[in-house]
């Protein structure tokens, strides 16, 4: 397991800040807007969990990659346990990721409308019924 003495600043090279999952067409325009951006990226990781990751570097780090203030970088780069730094994980942190505006609209197409309209079907369905 590598540990922060031996890494390059894997973790110091993104930002990522969770957000309510996408549940209508409109949240997900927003994710299509959102990776129309440079360095921006949207996940869902293997917990459920939607996250927008901003990929930027750390002004922190030299140009060896090492952190300049790590004897007193903030708490949340502390607390920051190894065995979650990508370089240890055994697969990618993402259930789903989407770079670009591509890769949103094709699963909207592939998988968000059938869900949908599955949805409807059972709804109209219901309504019949009642």
Not at 107 to 123: D, R
């Amino acid at each position: 397991m590598i540990n922060c003495e031996e890494c390059k600043g894997a973790c110091c090279r993104e930002v990522s800040v969770e957000m309510d999952a996408p549940k209508t067409i409109e949240d997900w325009d927003l994710i299509r807007w959102m990776v129309a951006h440079d360095n921006i990226a949207v996940f869902m990781d293997h917990k459920g969990d939607w996250l927008v990751e901003f990929k930027t570097k750390c002004s922190k780090l030299d140009t060896e990659d090492r952190c300049t203030i790590y004897k007193v970088r903030p708490k949340v780069c502390n607390d920051y346990p190894h065995e979650d730094c990508i370089m240890n994980a055994p697969e990618a942190a993402e259930k789903i990721r989407f770079d670009t505006m591509e890769e949103v609209e094709k699963y909207i197409k592939e998988v968000v409308m059938p869900q949908m309209q599955k949805e409807n079907e059972k709804l109209s369905e219901w309504k019949m019924s009642s």
